[in-house]
């Protein structure tokens, strides 16, 4: 999205990764759609809050928030994924990305 509003903006590329990403042409049609937006209504109550009946909350309501990092990465996970898919979801394994930053050579 970055190269894309690059240029439309006629600006160069910030790095070489945004010289080398694909732009998002086939995402932009050829004449404006000037229909108006008509917005849906929401499915589901979005006031709705957790209780401590919810799934993992009172266990959750033990955990450090305080620092970065603090709560059990998995198990907090697991407590969120229960709580939006039902107690009986099984939560798939944790997928892990990494890559390294090489500087500029």
Do not use: Q
Not at 18 to 45: I, K, Q, S
């Amino acid at each position: 999205m970055v190269r894309s509003i690059e240029l439309l903006s006629g600006l160069p590329p910030l790095s070489r990764y945004d010289a080398a990403a694909t732009p998002y042409f086939a995402a932009f049609g050829e004449t404006a759609d000037l229909m108006p937006f008509v917005p849906r209504p929401a499915r589901w109550n979005l006031d709705e809050k957790n209780t401590l009946a919810s799934y993992g909350a009172r266990e959750s309501a033990r955990m450090n928030f305080a620092e970065v990092d603090e709560a059990p990465m998995r198990r907090l996970n697991e407590i969120i994924w229960k709580s939006v898919k039902g107690p009986a979801s099984p939560m798939p394994a944790p997928v892990h990305r990494y890559r390294a930053v090489i500087g500029p050579n």
